[in-house]
């Protein structure tokens, strides 16, 4: 058996996979914010299995410790001459026309920030080594300030880890918890290393505790944690390497959305995540997309994660009037407890799951497959309300929460079309060429819509769309990756780099099996981060013979031009073993014809954009492949809702998958 394990804002999700029969199932509970171990107990603890199953979890413990600045309290060891580093960060400022914008305080306050006597030219060559006689004054006042994690950066520590090295084993021998530079990120940039680095030992101890108490209700089960590279690691390393977990929830989105994607024909995905409490958006071209240049927090984070942007728009995103009289959503969010006010677990603030109750695009007594009840008259009067302090007046046959409603929907459409907008318009790539993959628990009554203001004709609505983070936690690899800073000429002999690449390439392949993972399963990818001399930023491309030309065509291609009559850099070696791991094969059903009646269940009055129509509302699971549908109609699955416009046509491919061909108007 293998289990993955999600935990959202509102609800914790799981899927089991029963390698033997090939079954897969899936079930969600209320996530427990005060402790998610919870959430996570009592779901596994429904699963009959014993001790033979493999569980892979996606945890939010980091992220949450790192956003609301609840983690551990952090001390900062540099090179002396260099306390300020994490303050003075880049002195730039988030919008470049406001002089009085605030910076992100750092996580480690300047009295926590420590210096000793060492000193690595940009060369390698050491000119002063730490002094042992120095360690006790340090540890003395380590001790003084309470501090509970040590995060250790060096100012050339890439290039000569020893003296890191040589401090960590005295303070880990004094009984602190050290997180160095040389181990997490051994990669130049000095200030962005300080803040990986910062951040693995703030979250460290956080995710320590957590992952701890898991593994001992567990008792020895093979127990994996989701990184945000779209690989997995053993949760005794992610205790250590707590930064690689950071946004490891929306890459197991994003790694399923490219599994089905591919299963459903289609390589070039733009995965919409929508939850309970937030949305990720991210795009992938036969793979997910990585990056090494992301910030959580306002905070630049430099391992490789997949490139996901997310805005605080979910299903639980709170509604309200700001001072100017202007309607706005999110980001704070209801969550689970007390949820959106139609739960009636004592939510009272308007959420956008109540505007789509008001607006009839939601069966409320078969939310969740019947076995949560919505209330309607709960969420009509919070609309109410909400439209009268907006000013709102009835507009036609639309009442006052009505219209309130159809604004919410619209104020959250734009904050999430702008978050598609970031990772593909932005990133050089045309929405109109993807096929808009929907899924998360709240993501199918918005997406034919997001896809038409985006100008996409296409959306796959997978089939268990609001587990499928989890469902991707169970297809993901193991990946391991691996950085080396060497600031060469771009005409380098290719052999040469080669033999640079030597030793992390057997480190990558000797880790990767030590993950259990069989030598014949693993294979190790080599790639250079380059640049044109004089610039500040790299890109990354496959190491090959013709390396440099591949350079210059990922240049053209990112920013529209490229030179090979300028001379290029290459910055770092990277490398990335993927071992790869059993993964469940979606079932193939025979197509049933295109009848869709018999699954047609009720008609109800819906209200879109245009007004109210008469829509049919569909069973979901009793749909069969080759069904087709056309808007407006609302289809109802056990853990979502998928909502078609006027002249959108929805059919049921042979995996279940709904395949939506989007009106353009």
């Known amino acids: 058996m293998r289990i993955g394990v999600d935990i959202g804002g509102t609800f914790t999700d799981f899927v089991l996979f029963d390698e033997h029969s090939e079954e897969i199932t899936t079930f969600k509970l209320l996530s427990t914010p005060d402790n998610?171990?919870?959430?996570?107990?009592?779901?596994l603890a429904r699963v009959s299995e014993g001790g033979?199953?493999?569980i892979v979890h996606g945890s939010t413990v980091a992220t949450n410790a790192l956003l609301e600045r609840k983690g551990a309290r952090t001390a900062f060891v540099t090179t002396r001459g260099f306390r300020d580093l994490l303050t003075i960060a880049r002195q730039t400022r988030t919008?470049?026309?406001?002089?009085?914008?605030?910076?992100?305080?750092?996580?480690?306050?300047p009295d926590l920030c420590f210096e000793l006597?060492?000193?690595?030219?940009?060369?390698?060559?050491?000119?002063a080594s730490p002094d042992a006689s120095d360690f006790a004054d340090l540890t003395g006042a380590l001790r003084e300030a309470r501090t509970e994690s040590v995060a250790l950066c060096f100012l050339f520590s890439f290039l000569r880890p020893e003296h890191e090295a040589t401090v960590s084993r005295a303070l880990r021998d004094a009984g602190f918890l050290v997180s160095a530079s040389a181990e997490i990120l051994p990669e130049f940039r000095e200030y962005e290393r300080a803040s990986t680095t910062a951040v693995n030992a703030y979250v460290a101890p956080i995710l320590n505790r957590y992952l701890g108490h898991l593994e001992d209700a567990l008792k020895g089960r093979d127990f994996r944690i989701m990184q945000s590279n779209g690989g997995s690691i053993r949760?005794?390393?992610?205790r250590t390497q707590a930064v690689r977990t950071i946004l490891s929830g929306p890459a197991g989105g994003v790694v399923g959305a490219v599994h089905v994607g591919q299963a459903a024909g289609f390589d070039r995905v733009v995965g919409f995540d929508m939850g309970g409490t937030s949305t990720d958006v991210s795009l992938s071209l036969g793979e997910p997309q990585v990056t090494t240049e992301s910030e959580i927090g306002g905070l630049p984070i430099r391992i490789p994660v997949i490139d996901i942007h997310t805005v605080g728009s979910g299903g639980g995103s709170i509604a309200y009037v700001d001072a100017g009289g202007a309607l706005r959503v999110g980001p704070e969010s209801a969550g689970s407890d007390p949820g959106p006010v139609c739960y009636r677990r004592g939510g009272s603030r308007p959420t956008v799951t109540d505007a789509n109750v008001v607006l009839g695009r939601l069966a409320p007594e078969r939310f969740l497959g019947g076995e949560m009840a919505l209330d309607v008259a709960r969420a009509t009067k919070a609309l109410d309300e909400l439209g009268r302090q907006a000013g709102l007046t009835p507009a036609g046959s639309l009442t006052v929460a009505q219209t309130a409603a159809l604004g919410v929907v619209a104020v959250v459409n734009a904050h999430m079309e702008r978050a598609v907008r970031v990772i593909s318009v932005e990133r050089g790539h045309d929405p109109t060429d993807f096929v808009f993959l929907s899924f998360g628990g709240a993501g199918g009554l918005h997406a034919c819509d997001l896809a038409r203001g985006l100008g996409m004709d296409r959306v796959l609505a997978p089939y268990g769309a609001s587990t499928l983070s989890a469902f991707g936690m169970l297809v993901a690899d193991v990946v391991k990756d691996?950085?080396?800073?060497?600031?060469?000429?771009?005409?380098?002999?290719?052999?040469?780099l080669a033999e640079m690449f030597a030793p992390l390439v057997e480190r990558g392949a000797a880790e990767t099996v030590a993950e259990g993972v069989s030598e014949t399963q693993v294979t190790v990818h080599r790639e250079l981060d380059m640049r044109y001399r004089g610039q500040s930023y790299e890109l990354t491309v496959p190491f090959a013979a013709d390396y440099a030309a591949a350079?210059?065509?990922?240049?053209?291609e990112r920013y529209g031009h490229g030179d090979a009559g300028t001379p290029v850099e290459i910055v770092n070696l990277r490398v990335r073993a993927v071992g790869s791991t059993p993964t469940p094969a979606l079932r193939v059903e025979d197509v049933e014809g295109d009848d869709p009646s018999v699954a047609r269940r009720e008609r109800r009055e819906v209200v879109l954009a245009g007004g109210v129509v008469e829509a049919d509302f569909y069973d979901g699971e009793a749909l069969r492949p080759g069904s087709r549908i056309?808007?407006?109609?609302?289809?109802?699955?056990?853990?979502?809702t998928i909502l078609l416009g006027d002249g959108d046509r929805a059919c049921v491919d042979a995996r279940r998958n709904v395949l939506v061909e989007v009106s353009a108007t």
């Open 482 to 496: 691996y950085v080396r800073t060497v600031m060469l000429p771009g005409d380098t002999a290719a052999d040469d």
């Open 52 to 54: 033979g199953a493999t």
């Open 551 to 556: 350079f210059h065509r990922a240049h053209e």
């Open 235 to 238: 949760s005794d390393e992610a």
């Open 36 to 43: 998610p171990a919870h959430a996570v107990l009592e779901g």
């Open 117 to 127: 006597t060492e000193r690595v030219t940009r060369d390698g060559v050491a000119l």
């Open 630 to 640: 056309v808007g407006p109609a609302v289809i109802m699955q056990r853990d979502t």
């Open 95 to 109: 919008d470049i026309y406001d002089f009085f914008c605030d910076r992100p305080e750092p996580l480690v306050p």
